[in-house]
């Protein structure tokens, strides 16, 4: 599978992981994941949208290391007090569990 812009990012997740229902048609795991950068520690939210890796995602807890492999997307919208805001996230098409390395990816 080709990626033009593909990010690789291991770190320790944040909160539980959540699995929420967005409609009748698609499900998507959510998770946060801490990880260590040039200025100390940094924060990016991960989606799971791959039905496959959904499972994987039921798996993992608070504290927990994984390596995701994905897609950066970034979101802009207006707060409510008219102030432009913008969130870069991460599309996982690979995610593995550092400890045991057990993963998961997407299905073609």
Known sequence: MSHHNNAV????????PEIKVVSDR????K???AFSSGKGTSYIDVDVW???MLELVRELSKGQEV???G?????????????????????????EMAAT??????SE
Do not use: C, H
């Not at 990012?9 to 539980?16: A, D, K, L, T």
């Not at 897609?71 to 995610?95: D, H, Q, V, Y």
């Not at 390395?101 to 997407?106: D, P």
């Open 101 to 106: 390395g057990f993963q998961g990816s997407i």
């Open 26 to 29: 698609y499900t998507v795991g």
């Open 9 to 16: 990012i291991q770190g320790r997740i944040v909160f539980e």
């Open 71 to 95: 897609e950066l997307r970034s979101r802009e919208w207006m707060n409510p007090s008219g102030e432009k805001r913008n969130k870069i996230s991460l599309t996982a098409f690979t995610l």
């Open 50 to 52: 791959d039905k496959n």
């Open 31 to 33: 998770f946060r994941l």
């Open 67 to 69: 390596k995701v492999q």
